[in-house]
């Protein structure tokens, strides 16, 4: 989130309130939200401009924000400031929201849209806006309650933004809706959470102290960029050094490797498996896909490379194309499109269209658009413009004759995609080159999205003079060939294996040595770069680190869930980390006759904790396991239960590991918990990885544990790094223990607080009943907690 203090953001506020007066009623929905509601939410609220979802499209339909785009939080529907919401005099600040839909006219509308997207999406809070006016209410409810029986925070003027700026930001602001202060409000008293710790830190989640030499050692972030794309030589070195092959799954993961090995296996469908092949295999690369490369030609089919998101998909095509099959591609126009979650895409066709031309010009110096490309692409169209009923004025007056012909031209020009594929035509033609397009990274966005490029992409191969290559996740390929929408096409498929992350880390980190050794520095095109003594010599650390620690290739293996672009994301996030204490590793090393390796619990506090001096767990990669959403203690242990629940299920190597709504909501009412608080267990399961669900772009049918859930309920509960992190999370019901846990920086302290704070989940655990469930060992991990500070304690 964006880290401002409450007096910067009060004297935005009275500032944009100004504003807001001083030209009200001339801006229309689009200027309204540029000029009012984004500086509202991201500049006096704090939202982050690069969390934000804006347009984000579900089912057909589009949310003007969703905040954050991770963890769908809040949904704002904008309303131009012309639309003003017609509110009784004397309307309180907390307000019946049955009462406020009975308004009718802008007010109901607006209510009933943004209710209707925030339900579709899951997500809790919504709140419309036309700039001058909010209202905010819990449009997402599971405890039986219909959301229009709830109420409702209004702010009636600007003048009320103002002068009750303190509601709104104790309510609304980024860093309080994460601590669901908004159900507090509207609930009266009732069922509500009890304060966090961290809600008494001024600058919660603050930056924890560093210094210059913690930002030369961070430099070997540059080791860790998920994909390298630049189509030079810098390139096909690094893919060359560091592509790393699909391998057997880790014996280290949590999850076993049958179990792993059959839910691949599944995704890619039983029945439908028939013709697809492993892009590649123990032997090397497959001969059928490097011929598929080398056959180009119109009316022939998609080539799709089928893998789940982050096994690898963009290094393995980058490699194929430009090291496996560079006899090919170095002849070729190659055009790569990245469809990734980032690109905001308002149409595909026309995102796909600009980006296709530009990288002709800016690539290849071909502008499709310049006067005689235009001309020589349509030369036939030209010559048959001048035999037609315009061809007399060529004689007769031909400015108006040249007149009308570039007018011809344009309107030709103006079919964007048809242009684009005689374009490549005309160019075929005349350079005698193939065209390679490669439509990437759209498997990280929604099954439609996904469903509608591959049409796209099918239709590009059949009717343009080029080969057409598209990613889709498993999945959404099998669900779209039994659903029929690909049914029509002959699709060439193959499969990408995921390989194993940890030895992609150790890969990384060898290349970067192997430089050093060479040049003296880490390459300098891979990014900026320090060149120091202690930076090789920590790189080395790292390198023998990973090889030689197990419990350091566990943690990464599992809490990435052998997904590496997470991997990379979290060796990034540690490199970075003033909490990975660099200097005290290198400092240990000096003079040792054997090495000093990076302790495993390091790597996972830098994880959890990044930059900031507190965990968040908006910013965390890591969710935490104790959070609870109601005043009720025995909740601290739902989600470690419903992981094992799940972890059982997981546990029969011929299934795939799910386990239906259902059942898991009849498990756990029949525990006595409430429907919203199973709820709010699953959304931060999903939200950290720790689940994934059936179907992944819909409503929830099924879920099942994945690696990472499964580390989290055997191994970070019995981790002191962990609850020592999560504490200033976590509510605290009982008030005497609430009032003893403070904000502490020394080791001795946080050993302390830790004692209370395991002493109160103790006593939790043993008046909740959970333990008859046999679905998660609190006794075990509160030993192993305790045995980890009592070896701390030693050691001071």
């Not at 009275?14 to 509601?37: F, K, S």
């Not at 339900?119 to 219909?146: K, M």
């Not at 096909?236 to 049958?258: I, N």
Request: glycine share 6%.
């Amino acid at each position: 989130m964006t880290e401002i203090a409450y007096d910067t953001a009060f004297e935005r506020m009275r500032l944009l309130a100004d504003a807001m007066t001083a030209a009200r009623g001339h801006r229309n929905e689009a200027t309204t939200r540029l000029q009012l509601i984004d500086q509202l939410l991201f500049d006096c609220l704090g939202w982050n401009r690069q969390d934000a979802a804006l347009e984000d499209h579900e089912n057909g339909e589009y949310a003007d924000y969703v905040l954050d785009r991770h963890g769908r939080l809040l949904i704002v529907e904008a309303k131009k400031e012309g639309v003003t919401f017609a509110l009784p005099d004397g309307l309180p600040r907390v307000a019946r929201l049955n009462a406020l839909y009975a308004l009718g006219g802008a007010v109901e509308q607006a209510l009933t849209q943004v209710e209707h997207y925030a339900q579709a999406r899951g997500t809790p809070y919504a709140a419309i806006s036309n700039g001058h006016q909010l209202i905010a209410f819990v449009a997402s409810r599971q405890d039986g309650t219909p959301p229009r029986n709830g109420r409702a925070l209004v702010f009636e003027s600007p003048t009320a933004l103002v002068d009750d700026f303190h509601t709104l930001w104790e309510t609304l602001s980024a860093r309080a809706i994460s601590t669901r202060r908004l159900t507090r409000l509207l609930s009266a008293g009732t069922a509500a959470p009890p304060p966090k710790l961290s809600e008494g830190i001024a600058d919660y989640p603050g930056l924890e102290p560093t210094d210059e030499h913690l930002f030369m050692l961070s430099t070997l972030r540059v080791l860790f960029l998920p994909d390298y794309v630049r189509d030079d030589d810098e390139e096909v070195t690094f893919l060359v050094e560091c592509y790393c092959p699909p391998g057997a799954y880790s014996r280290l993961s949590m999850l076993s490797r049958s179990v792993l090995r059959t839910r691949y296996s599944t995704a890619l469908g039983q029945e439908l498996r028939v013709g697809l092949e492993q892009a590649r295999n123990k032997d090397g690369l497959t001969r059928s896909l490097l011929d598929e490369v080398a056959a180009t030609s119109a009316g022939r089919d998609p080539i799709v490379l089928l893998g789940s998101v982050g096994v690898g998909k963009t290094m393995f095509l980058r490699k194929l194309l430009r090291v496996d099959a560079r006899d090919i591609s170095e002849s070729a126009i190659m055009l790569y499109v990245n469809l990734g979650e980032s690109a905001v895409l308002d149409d595909l066709r026309t995102y796909i269209v600009a980006s296709l031309k530009s990288q002709l010009l800016d690539r290849y110096g071909v502008d499709v658009d310049e006067a005689d490309f235009l001309r020589a692409t349509y030369h036939a169209e030209v010559r048959r413009f001048a035999r037609g009923i315009n061809g007399p004025l060529a004689r007769s007056d031909p400015t108006e004759f040249r007149l009308r012909e570039i007018d011809h031209l344009v309107s030709l020009a103006n079919q964007s995609e048809e242009h684009l594929r005689r374009s490549l035509e005309h160019l075929v033609k005349l350079r005698r080159h193939q065209v390679i397009i490669v439509l990437d990274n759209v498997d990280q966005r929604s099954q439609e999205d996904q469903e509608s490029t591959f049409v796209i992409a099918a239709a590009m191969a059949k009717h343009w003079p080029c080969t057409v290559f598209v990613t889709l996740r498993p999945e959404t390929f099998n669900a779209s060939r039994v659903n029929r929408t690909l049914s029509a096409y002959q699709v060439r498929a193959f499969t990408v294996e995921p390989p194993r992350v940890e030895r992609v880390a150790i890969r990384r980190l060898e290349f970067g040595d192997r430089h050093y050794a060479q040049e003296g520095r880490l390459p300098t095109w891979l990014g900026w770069t320090a060149d120091s003594d202690d930076l090789r010599s920590y790189l080395r650390i790292m390198i023998k680190s990973f090889k030689r620690s197990e419990r350091l290739r566990a943690t990464l293996i599992n809490l990435s869930g052998g997904n590496t672009r997470r991997a990379l994301e979290m060796l990034t996030t540690f490199v970075e980390s003033p909490h990975a204490e660099p200097f005290d590793v290198l400092r240990r090393n000096r003079g040792r006759r054997t090495d000093y390796l990076i302790p495993h619990h390091v790597f996972l506090r830098a994880v959890l904790l990044g930059d900031a001096a507190h965990y968040d767990p908006s910013a965390s990669r890591i969710p935490n396991l104790f959070d609870i959403s109601t005043p009720e203690g025995r909740e601290h242990f739902l989600l470690p239960c419903l992981l094992g629940l799940l972890r059982r299920a997981s546990d029969h190597h011929d299934s795939e590991g799910y386990v239906s709504m259902e059942d898991l909501v009849a498990t756990f009412q029949d525990a006595g918990f409430s429907a919203d608080q199973i709820a709010f267990a699953l959304r931060r399961g999903l939200n950290g990885d720790f689940l994934e669900k059936l179907p992944p772009d819909a409503d929830a049918r099924a879920f099942r544990l994945t690696s990472a859930g499964a580390y989290g309920h055997r191994s970070l509960a019995a981790s002191f790094q962990y609850c020592d992190a999560v504490v200033v999370d976590t509510p605290v019901a009982d008030p005497e223990i609430r009032e003893r846990l403070r904000v502490v920086r020394s080791v001795r302290q946080r050993l302390e607080r830790a004692e209370y704070f395991l002493g109160y989940l103790d006593e939790n655990w043993q008046t909740s009943g959970l333990d008859d469930l046999g679905l998660f060992d609190w006794p075990s991990a509160r030993a192993s907690v305790r045995a980890e500070m009592a070896y701390i304690q030693e050691r001071l």
